[in-house]
């Protein structure tokens, strides 16, 4: 018995018109699945196939946390997620991803293992940044990036940086230009 073989569904052989599955997706998974972005985990999943005439259509509700490296600090916390997406499988010759949310698989197997999808539907419900709250960073990580954090004086402003660049293209500008730059320019200046 391989270690994902209790998240096949046999879609051939169902009987009723819908079914419910429940799984849940713990430390183990998530070290099966072997990814080094995630790998730690407790999430609930219910899975919902519902048969209709011509395909099955199953529908994922994701609920759990998942243990993330801060942007931040890089010290793991706790990322809650909650999700619900969407699949529709059909029967075919063989085994294919037609897009994003349909699947053909071939209809003498007429059994689709849905481990991969919602580690996939996991790993997208993550929020692209995630920083520990506000005092709960790694005390060492944040003292040394405040020592390269740029904080504005009171009286210096954006609109005084902004100047300052200015002043900074207008001494490039007076600085003498290799004329192989010139060269380059006339040929953008034709296009």
Not at 39 to 51: A, E, M, T, W
Not at 117 to 136: N, S
């Given at each position: 018995m391989?270690?994902?073989?209790?998240?096949?569904?046999?879609?051939?052989?169902?009987?009723?018109?819908?079914?419910?599955?429940?799984?849940?997706?713990?430390?183990?998974?998530?070290?099966?699945?072997?990814?080094?972005?995630?790998?730690?985990g407790?999430?609930?999943?219910v899975?919902?196939?519902?048969?209709?005439?011509?395909?099955?259509?199953?529908?994922?509700?994701?609920?759990?946390?998942?243990?993330?490296?801060?942007?931040?600090?890089?010290?793991?916390?706790?990322q809650?997620?909650?999700?619900?997406?969407?699949?529709?499988?059909?029967?075919?010759?063989?085994?294919?991803?037609?897009?994003?949310?349909?699947i053909?698989?071939?209809?003498?197997?007429?059994?689709?293992?849905?481990?991969?999808?919602?580690?996939?539907?996991?790993?997208?419900?993550?929020?692209?940044?995630h920083?520990?709250?506000?005092?709960k960073?790694?005390?060492?990580m944040?003292?040394?990036?405040n020592?390269?954090?740029r904080?504005?004086?009171d009286?210096?402003?954006?609109?005084?940086?902004?100047?300052?660049?200015d002043?900074?293209?207008e001494?490039?500008?007076?600085?003498?230009?290799?004329p192989?730059?010139?060269e380059?320019?006339?040929?953008?200046?034709?296009?």
């Amino acid at each position: 018995m391989g270690k994902f073989d209790k998240y096949k569904i046999d879609l051939k052989g169902m009987q009723a018109d819908s079914c419910r599955y429940e799984f849940v997706l713990d430390n183990q998974f998530f070290a099966d699945i072997n990814n080094p972005d995630l790998n730690k985990g407790y999430v609930n999943v219910v899975l919902s196939v519902k048969k209709t005439s011509r395909a099955f259509e199953l529908h994922f509700q994701t609920d759990g946390i998942v243990w993330v490296p801060c942007d931040r600090c890089l010290d793991e916390m706790e990322q809650p997620i909650t999700s619900e997406d969407e699949l529709v499988v059909k029967f075919g010759a063989e085994y294919a991803e037609e897009n994003d949310n349909l699947i053909i698989i071939p209809e003498d197997e007429g059994i689709i293992n849905v481990a991969w999808f919602m580690y996939e539907f996991v790993v997208l419900a993550i929020p692209m940044k995630h920083v520990h709250a506000p005092g709960k960073c790694n005390k060492l990580m944040s003292r040394a990036l405040n020592k390269h954090l740029r904080v504005l004086s009171d009286d210096e402003s954006d609109s005084d940086i902004s100047e300052n660049a200015d002043d900074m293209l207008e001494v490039k500008e007076d600085t003498p230009i290799d004329p192989r730059w010139n060269e380059l320019k006339k040929i953008l200046d034709n296009n």
